[in-house]
């Protein structure tokens, strides 16, 4: 069974840093685009960043650029996003996407995206 599997949520204070993970079962991370979107109560679902199949291409949300990074380990089949002067606005259930197309244009396009994982959550949170 193919899926994404998100980990490495949790509670953390403003100003903090966290990294979450994506890791994929059943396929192979490396044939494909992966986003991150992310989906407060009561607010609409957001597009925060993305990265091509090839790495070379990144894209980032302004509400996170310059505090989020995000990278790939095709060898270990996983994704990372480094979140670095975390607010808590930035408070949200995190989710990795993977689409075939390899590259990041309309990377908020929640429909271009094949497999979404579960989530996992971030709290920023004093």
């Known amino acids: 069974q193919s899926q994404l599997v998100e980990s490495g949520g949790g509670l953390v204070q403003p100003g903090g840093s966290l990294r979450v993970s994506c890791a994929a079962s059943g396929f192979a991370l490396r044939y494909y685009t992966i986003g991150w979107f992310r989906q407060a109560p009561g607010k609409e679902r957001e597009g925060v960043s993305c990265i091509s199949s090839s790495g070379g291409s990144t894209k980032y949300a302004d509400s996170v650029k310059g505090r989020f990074t995000i990278s790939r380990d095709n060898a270990k089949n996983t994704v990372y996003l480094q979140m670095n002067s975390l607010k808590p606005e930035d408070t949200a259930v995190y989710y990795c996407?993977?689409?075939?197309?390899?590259?990041?244009?309309?990377?908020?396009?929640?429909?271009?995206?094949?497999?979404w994982g579960q989530g996992t959550q971030v709290t920023v949170s004093s």
């Open positions: 996407v993977a689409k075939g197309a390899p590259y990041c244009s309309d990377y908020t396009r929640s429909d271009e995206y094949r497999y």
